[in-house]
């Protein structure tokens, strides 16, 4: 990875007030009555200052929902109806995107393609049932390489019908920003070096808003720590110190539970992963959480510790937990058509031309135009295209996405959930069900799910660099 910039911005000692996050505004309980009734939220997208790095250095200047970063965490249960207001004080126009959660396609977000953005001090109201339970995150569609890197995300979190037996349910937001000395943020929202490179990675990574110094816990708890990359580009590696988490769910759905492979949680911009984590170490202990995910680049993320109190409980005997399925229909890989998806572009790359609205291109009309990626040869230029795939409703498909660059991309698609089966032609021991998954430079991979949720959809890279620079299409199920 190309290092632009250093950490201009020290680490500083976080007075650790409550590490839970602030709960959200709830209006008013929907009335009883014959229709389901709406869990009803209000978020508010308007600048802010925020407390990112702490004294002695002023706060950021941010954009975020309700005046705080992450914006307020919105808790449902599964199959639970919500209803959110939205109102826009931001100066330009937004929307809101439920990541993750198979909403019907008008609540999907989609500025233009889905529904007209929340110009400037308008409101929009969303309301959809929440038919998975798990760990999703919303942020704004419109511009968001500078909205979501401005600031404005928050964590949405269903909750299972069964209680799920830990001792804390903790969620870590993970947010990347590029800071100048002053703490204020870089205004270099989209140059043509991060669009084409890795995205913008910044240089200050918090966590729930704030850059941490510790992570407080009792031994003998058990904790479901919910992980949401909310960063823009950057990929994360977290490595835990003395411990051996398990990964239980991913992009919100329940996996078989496992240790993640070489001991690293490795997370693409916008995927989630829940753990259970057991605080096996002893009173007053200290670990490091490490990001290693670029090499020349490691960094202590915080440092988990322990308190003085006497354990919880004996945890050398808990058993692992698996949480109840999610109603996703099982695709029928035998009776399943297949199709391909081609990204292409990027430095390195040795794209020469692409289709850019209806027309060929070649590469300097397109970087004219800011585009340096594309999918099966088309640079997207805005949110509305002829679909790359029309599928039919229903059907089971199976969609090799290979990738022909030199980068990672993680490639997210809307109002469906899918099993990744494949990678690099080898079957996936977990065939995880993701809604986001991470393609490493030149890796293929095969996703399967079954059409179900008509519409329109967005299948685009989640760097948010990458999708404003061309790597983004429509599938629409018909
Ligand atoms: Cu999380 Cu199309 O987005
Ligand atoms: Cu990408």
Redesign the pocket.
Known sequence: MSSIYGMAVDRRKFLLGSASLASVTMLTQGARGASAPAKEFTLVAASAQAPLVGSPHSDTNVWCYGGRVPGPEIRARRGERIRVRVENRLPEETTV?W?GVRVPNAMDG?PHLTQKPIASSEAFVYEFDCPDAGTF?Y?P?QR?FEQVGRGLYGALIVEEPETVAVDRDVTWVLGDWRLLKDASISDDFGNMMDVSHNGRVGNTVTVNGRVQETFYARSGERLRLRLINAANARIFGLEFEGHKPQVIALDGQPVEPHEPANHRVVLGP?MRADLLLDMKGGRGQRFRVLDTFYRSLEYRLLDLVYTDEPPLRDLANAKPIQLSNNPLAEPDLKNSERHEMTLGGGMMGGMMSAMMNGKQADMRTLMHNGLVWAINGIAATGHIHEPLLTLQRNRSYVIEISNGTAWHHPM?L?GHSFRVITRNGEATRYREWQDTVLLNPRERAEIAFVADNPGDW?F?C?ILEH?AGGMMGVIRVA
């Open positions: 995107h990541h989609v995150w942020h569609h968001s916008a997210h809307h967005m685009h989640h999708q």
